[in-house]
């Protein structure tokens, strides 16, 4: 489960609070077409500012963070934290996503509160995985050390770039709103530190992280 909230919200007007609202929806619809299945339900928002989503595949949750980060940056109103919660789910509605039960709604709303002011990713998993779970809540401040930095441009050209089919530079350069150079894309990821993060979510999803959190593995496959 993945729950997050709009920062400083209060500061916007209500006609660029609903614009941002459907940004995060229009890009959670996005995401949806990278793999079928790849979510449960729908985005969900609650208490006006905070929202919600479920992942099928655990392994995919750090990129589509990224990824709606991202939107959200390059789309020049907001920015948004969020937590991960890597754990089991017992009782899914299908209907609305918040209504479900489990672990790992637990972990995402218990990282999301105790999220700080110096970082605005955390990755929890239960303590029971030993040192990972230590290292999981790393992971997601070094990433968030990097984005915080993003521009506008830099977050749209980084949020092409996570597709997951891996686009081509000047493939990445002739899909944006304003076409670009190749060039113009190559300085943008070096001066947005993609590779840094890219090495992140690329070892995350080479984690099986069903015998992870079952215990029979304790730390991700290199």
Not at 41 to 58: H, Y
Not at 155 to 179: C, F, G, N
Not at 188 to 196: G, Q, T
Request: charge should be positive; charged fraction near 25%.
């Amino acid at each position: 489960a993945m729950t997050g909230y709009i920062v400083k919200s209060t500061s916007l007007k209500g006609s660029d609070f609903d614009d941002l609202r459907t940004e995060l929806l229009n890009a959670v619809d996005d995401v949806k077409r990278w793999k079928k299945g790849i979510m449960h339900g729908k985005a969900e928002f609650f208490r006006s500012d905070a929202w919600q989503i479920l992942i099928s595949d655990p392994a995919m949750a750090l990129r589509i963070g990224v990824y709606l980060r991202s939107r959200l940056i390059s789309f020049g109103k907001a920015d948004t934290r969020f937590s991960i919660g890597l754990g089991t789910v017992e009782n899914l509605s299908r209907g609305r996503v918040s209504l479900s039960t489990g672990e790992a709604f637990i972990l995402s709303g218990r990282g999301l509160d105790d999220l700080t002011q110096y970082s605005r990713i955390t990755i929890e998993c239960p303590k029971s995985v030993g040192p990972l779970a230590e290292w999981l809540a790393v992971v997601g401040q070094l990433c968030d050390s990097l984005i915080s930095d993003w521009t506008r441009r830099q977050a749209e050209i980084v949020a092409r770039a996570l597709d997951p089919k891996e686009l081509k530079q000047e493939e990445i350069a002739e899909s944006l709103s304003s076409a670009v150079s190749r060039q113009a894309v190559t300085k943008a990821l070096d001066s947005a530190n993609w590779v840094a993060v890219r090495a992140a979510i690329r070892v995350f999803e080479k984690t099986d992280w069903s015998l992870v959190l079952s215990g029979k593995r304790s730390a991700p496959e290199t």
